[in-house]
């Protein structure tokens, strides 16, 4: 057919076809995840005959994308000569950071030694198995400090520096009769002796050994360190140890102070004048009469008409049996029988303790003295630093200034260490007002128990109890005792 054109000629009609569509090439989605630690790519499948993306187009697109370090070249390699359309697959990994860790101080000796003796079917207590001494040589190994690491730095994708946490430090403290090494890593002893810790710190004490009997023989003992008697304290003598105090025989009357702990064998007859005074724990036979304090735990047969005054926990086993007097511990006092049928007047109190309102009222007049030590002293050298930076410091006045900053840095140190057990006795005192009265058998009438600020006299006898505070104003409440504190 043919078709005329506009000048009048003729011509064959052309067909007419629509434009394809324009190609287009392939895209790569990156993304960054996990704290910047990876990236993922995605790649978009190309249209309309469009081409993939080479090996270093798809480096173009990370570095578009700000991933620059921990890319897989081998991943993107692969993704480039054989393309997975539509997957995310993992194309970069950054380095994390590994913080520091703490440093650790590894004791070779018992760190929290606790006295634990045991109790037989008869209801009698083994004293001979406490495992109160521990000896060391000279020279032995006490403790070791493994020193805190800073960590290693981590690198996200984007090639920045994660920074990691240090680990936090710990002070090996000397004691008695103990040496540091040049590094301060190792503690080992000065000497032959018995191991006791008290505050944290590590001590080698002597031993002194008393054969017989504390009487007119011996005189009173007095000693820096542990004190083992073979026999007995008679009425009226007092020994008096920095260290641990075991008695083998009884105490009748007399005064016995221990810093650390404190086992009786025999017992402890105290009368009227008779008082046992203990910085860590206590473990005697029985206790009748007298005066006990104890900060620790105490652990005992039976107790009667004697005042008890004890940082931790009181427990009664055997017999089992309190009667008269006045017994008081912070944690709990764990007993089978308190009072009797006849109605004598005994007295229980828990939550409330002895010692850390005193050492709390000790602690901040120590403080107070160690902040006016520093202020007067830093006023000192700040006088002496100004002579120096005139010229005119004299030899004198430069040893002097040396001195003085050397005494500062002590006392501040000490200063430090004061507040924190400040801090802890803070904490400690508003803990206070709570604690558990275990009865395993029977506490009779005209009992007075007291909890914290809150007391009741019993009327009736009550079995298998466990007295506490409530903690919404009812005082002093009681439930069925629990299996494990029988």
């Known amino acids: 057919m043919e078709k005329e054109n506009i000048d009048g000629q003729t011509g064959q009609m052309e067909d007419q076809q629509p434009e394809a569509p324009p190609p287009v090439k392939a895209e790569a989605k990156i993304t960054i995840q996990r704290g910047e630690l990876e990236a993922t790519i995605k790649i978009i499948p190309p249209e309309n005959g469009g081409a993939d993306l080479s090996f270093p187009e798809l480096k173009i697109e990370l570095v578009k994308s700000g991933v620059m370090f921990g890319v897989d070249n081998a991943v993107l390699k692969a993704l480039a000569d054989r393309p997975a359309y539509g997957v ?5 990994r950054g380095e994390p950071k590994r913080d520091g860790v703490d440093a650790e101080l590894v004791y070779y000796v018992e760190a929290n030694r606790k006295l634990q003796p045991k109790e037989k079917d008869d209801g009698t207590i083994d004293f001979k198995d406490i495992g109160i001494v521990q000896e060391v040589k000279k020279g032995a190994v006490l403790c070791e400090k493994k020193p805190r690491t800073e960590g290693t730095p981590g690198t996200d994708v984007r090639g920045r520096q994660i920074a990691p946490s240090a680990g936090k430090d710990k002070v090996l403290h000397t004691g008695k009769n103990t040496v540091l090494s040049d590094d301060g890593l190792k503690l080992t002893a000065e000497l032959d002796g018995h191991v006791t810790i008290v505050g944290g710190k590590i001590n080698v004490l002597n031993v002194f050994t008393v054969d017989g009997n504390v009487s007119t023989v011996t005189g009173n003992i007095n000693f820096s360190g542990n004190v083992v008697v073979r026999g007995d304290v008679l009425q009226g003598f007092s020994v008096n140890a920095t260290g641990d105090v075991t008695i083998n025989g009884m105490v009748e009357s007399a005064k016995v102070s221990a810093g650390g702990s404190l086992v009786i064998r ?13 910085g860590g724990n206590a473990a005697c036979m029985f206790i009748s009469g007298g005066k006990v304090s104890v900060n620790g735990d105490l652990e005992t047969t039976y107790i009667i008409n004697s005042q008890i005054k004890c ?6 086993t055997g017999k089992g049996l309190i009667r008269g007097g006045h017994v008081m511990a912070k944690t709990s006092i764990t ?7 006849s109605g004598t007047p005994t007295v229980i109190e828990v939550g409330n303790d002895p010692y850390i309102p005193q050492r709390f009222k000790e602690v901040s007049a120590e403080m107070a003295g160690y902040a006016k030590n520093i202020a007067d002293l830093e006023l000192g050298v700040k006088s002496l630093l100004k002579a120096k930076e005139v ?5 004198e006045r430069a040893a002097a200034l040396s001195k003085a900053l050397d005494t500062l840095q002590q006392l501040k140190a000490a200063h430090t260490e004061i507040r924190e057990e400040h801090e802890i006795l803070e904490k400690q005192i508003s803990e206070l007002g709570y604690g558990t009265v275990n009865v395993r058998k029977t506490a009779y009438p005209d009992v007075k128990i007291i909890i914290g600020p809150d007391s009741t006299t019993l009327q009736v006898p009550h079995s298998f109890v466990a007295f506490t505070r409530s903690r919404d104003g009812k005082g002093v409440v009681f439930a069925p005792l629990s299996k494990s504190s029988l």
């Open 88 to 92: 995310e697959t993992i194309i970069a």
């Open 266 to 278: 025999g017992g402890f007859y105290g009368g009227t004048a008779g008082e046992l005074e203990v």
């Open 311 to 316: 940082g931790k926990d009181v427990r009664i």
């Open 335 to 341: 007993v089978n029988f308190i009072g009797n049928e």
């Open 391 to 395: 010229g005119q410091l004299t030899p």
